[in-house]
């Protein structure tokens, strides 16, 4: 491989690796001087790579290094900026950067910006010490990070973070309102069923929510039980608890932090089970206690459990409201 020095960094700031494979971008800016008085910018109209470094052995297909910049930049306009392959236990493509640029950045405005192809290593492997690993931005219907698996136990796009560190996967939404589309989808093969997220923080999904808990015996870290979350036909906050009727009357507080979470404006709903030979009803409610009378006028004194089912706080949805953006274009 062919090293330029003399002239000045064009773009700078990370090292790109292309380990054990092929490196091709449609035209390539240098951070390292120049040869002789060719331009700093190599632009090619081929279909093959403009540029190709092939490896038998244990090094890299190309290295790239700058100390401020991009050391390496690839640009396309129908193909990948940048694309790595290899066909061993090594990356397809490395990205380091130990400063605050990025440690790999790809731009293309049709195709793939990165692509990484490996059978058996990582396809591609960016690391940044202060700025981010992997950004990838889209102005139009593509994806900006795009990963894909067709074996049963790998995955396509795998975010992990450190003991004490960040966070491992950070999903900003570009619009917010009516019209914004979800900041986070998860839709399977046949567009049947996912899951997604909006632009206010809302979960979507449509096969329920379950949840794997622990049981006493059988269970395991691989073995749980399912169990399955209660639906409603609006937002609902929910409290229980238990009294006990004095002389046929009760009067119960609502739990402070209760009755700050709960739409006092809205009136709630109380279920009254007793736990003893008596008929009970609700004769009033406030928005911070209510009052329990036993049927008929009568006297008893008895324990019983209730149950509080009110509006929350700031929660605008409307009664069974219908979504029609659920069939969205694939990226």
Do not use: W
Not at 32 to 57: M, V, W
Not at 58 to 80: I, R
């Amino acid at each position: 491989m062919k090293r330029y020095r003399g002239g000045r960094a064009v773009i700078a700031a990370a090292s790109l690796l292309a380990s054990a494979g092929v490196f091709a971008v449609a035209s390539i800016t240098y951070a390292e001087g120049h040869l002789g008085s060719a331009k700093k910018s190599r632009p090619c109209s081929t279909s093959t790579p403009c540029l190709t470094e092939r490896n038998t052995g244990s090094g890299g297909g190309v290295l790239a290094q700058s100390t401020s910049g991009n050391a390496l930049e690839g640009d396309a306009t129908t193909g990948q900026g940048v694309y790595g392959s290899s066909t061993g236990t090594a990356s397809a493509t490395v990205g380091s950067n130990s400063s605050t640029g990025n440690g790999i950045y790809g731009y293309s405005s049709s195709g793939d910006g990165v692509q990484g192809q490996s059978h058996a290593g990582v396809a591609v492997d960016a690391y940044s010490a202060e700025n981010d690993g992997v950004y990838g931005a889209t102005g139009g219907a593509a994806a900006g990070v795009y990963g894909y698996s067709n074996s049963p136990h790998s995955v396509g796009v795998e975010a992990l973070v450190g003991a004490n560190a960040g966070t491992s996967l950070y999903v900003v939404g570009g619009t917010t309102g009516t019209g914004a589309l979800d900041v986070i989808e998860a839709i399977n093969s046949n567009d049947s069923g996912g899951f997604s997220v909006d632009d206010e923080g809302h979960a979507y999904a449509t096969g329920g929510f379950a949840e794997v808990v622990k049981c006493r015996q059988g269970c395991s870290n691989a073995r749980r039980i399912i169990s399955y979350s209660a639906q409603t036909s609006m937002p609902t906050l929910d409290d229980v608890g238990e009294a006990t009727l004095h002389n046929g009357g009760a009067n119960v507080a609502l739990d402070p932090a209760f009755a700050n979470v709960i739409d006092q404006k809205k009136p709630y709903v109380v279920l009254l089970t007793p736990e003893g030979n008596a008929g009970l009803y609700v004769a009033s409610r406030t928005p911070t206690a209510f009052e329990v009378r036993e049927v008929g006028g009568g006297h008893a004194t008895v324990s019983f459990a209730y149950r509080i089912v009110a509006k929350p706080y700031g929660a605008a949805d409307g009664r069974l409201p219908l979504r029609t953006d659920l069939a969205l274009p694939r990226p």
